[in-house]
């Protein structure tokens, strides 16, 4: 294998020159493919995104529907952002603080408090964002729900998914990473429905200084941008080794001649 300590500015000679290509056509291919992999997951990506954006503009747009309209099933992509309406009594002994949390352009965290519906189901209530300052800590009291029976209007919401980790509830003030309801649900003293309601507006008022978290931004970032540099470096790639190929048989004419 000396052909490939060559130097860069010469090709081996003789039948070594294919043992050379067929090596660099494979490393070339090799890393051809997963550029193009990569820019097919950034289009898949986008796709993702206009979806998101459909099903937000159209929600906001539509009737608040009844939460029995909406909590009977598995809560999907397509059902995020409807706004809902329920009614109902909050469980304030079992809270939970999402941490790493942003709303716009500010760092903090939400709130999840059970409320017990006046149509008997129990579901998870993000009750709003609240801005941790970077020279602060998290809170290490969580502020208390309304009491007595509430009215709330809210976005619906799919289950997050991620580690097992970031889904379990850590001591002090049972600290969550990602809200997914079969796992909050699993350490409560009763089911809960799939997903959970993001507030928008909440009768009586709450204290505590939390405030609705804001539906996504309405753009399609970056990924289509991204998807053409992924597949430029793979034609890069190709075009790379094509010329290395040409300037060896540049050289190997010179030598013969």
């Not at 597949?231 to 190709?238: I, R």
């Given at each position: 294998?000396?052909?490939?300590?060559?130097?860069?500015?010469?090709?081996?000679?003789?039948?070594?020159?294919?043992?050379?290509?067929?090596?660099?056509?494979?490393?070339?291919?090799?890393?051809?493919?997963?550029?193009?992999?990569?820019?097919?997951?950034?289009?898949?990506?986008?796709?993702?995104?206009?979806?998101?954006?459909?099903?937000?503009t159209s929600?906001?747009?539509?009737?608040?529907?009844?939460?029995?309209?909406?909590?009977?099933?598995?809560?999907?992509?397509?059902?995020?952002?409807?706004?809902?309406?329920?009614?109902?009594?909050?469980?304030?002994?079992?809270?939970?603080?999402?941490?790493?949390?942003?709303?716009?352009?500010?760092?903090?965290?939400?709130?999840?408090?059970?409320?017990?519906?006046?149509?008997?189901?129990?579901?998870?209530?993000?009750?709003?964002?609240?801005?941790?300052?970077?020279?602060?800590?998290?809170?290490?009291?969580?502020?208390?729900?309304?009491?007595?029976?509430?009215?709330?209007?809210?976005?619906?919401?799919?289950?997050?998914?991620?580690?097992?980790?970031?889904?379990?509830?850590?001591?002090?003030?049972?600290?969550?990473?990602?809200?997914?309801?079969?796992?909050?649900?699993?350490?409560?003293?009763?089911?809960?429905?799939?997903?959970?309601?993001?507030?928008?507006?909440?009768?009586?008022?709450?204290?505590?200084?939390?405030?609705?978290?804001?539906?996504?931004?309405?753009?399609?970032?970056?990924?289509?941008?991204?998807?053409?540099?992924?597949?430029?470096?793979?034609?890069?790639?190709?075009?790379?080794?094509?010329?290395?190929?040409?300037?060896?048989?540049?050289?190997a004419r010179?030598?013969?001649?």
């Amino acid at each position: 294998m000396r052909f490939l300590d060559a130097p860069m500015g010469a090709a081996p000679s003789g039948g070594r020159l294919w043992l050379r290509w067929l090596a660099l056509a494979v490393f070339v291919v090799a890393l051809a493919i997963a550029f193009v992999n990569l820019g097919f997951w950034q289009l898949a990506r986008l796709d993702q995104r206009r979806a998101m954006n459909n099903s937000v503009t159209s929600h906001e747009t539509s009737a608040v529907v009844d939460f029995d309209q909406v909590f009977t099933r598995t809560i999907t992509e397509a059902d995020q952002w409807q706004r809902v309406a329920v009614r109902g009594t909050f469980d304030a002994d079992h809270q939970f603080l999402v941490r790493y949390r942003s709303n716009g352009q500010e760092s903090g965290y939400e709130v999840i408090t059970p409320l017990h519906t006046t149509s008997g189901a129990w579901v998870l209530v993000d009750r709003g964002f609240g801005v941790k300052p970077a020279t602060s800590d998290y809170p290490s009291m969580l502020p208390a729900p309304p009491s007595g029976e509430v009215s709330i209007t809210g976005y619906v919401r799919r289950d997050e998914q991620g580690s097992t980790e970031a889904m379990t509830p850590v001591q002090p003030l049972n600290t969550i990473r990602l809200v997914n309801s079969t796992a909050l649900g699993a350490t409560l003293p009763y089911p809960v429905v799939n997903g959970f309601v993001s507030v928008v507006e909440i009768t009586p008022a709450q204290d505590g200084g939390l405030v609705p978290v804001q539906p996504p931004a309405l753009n399609e970032g970056n990924h289509f941008s991204y998807a053409i540099q992924w597949f430029s470096f793979a034609a890069m790639a190709g075009l790379g080794l094509v010329l290395l190929i040409r300037s060896d048989l540049r050289t190997a004419r010179k030598e013969a001649s």
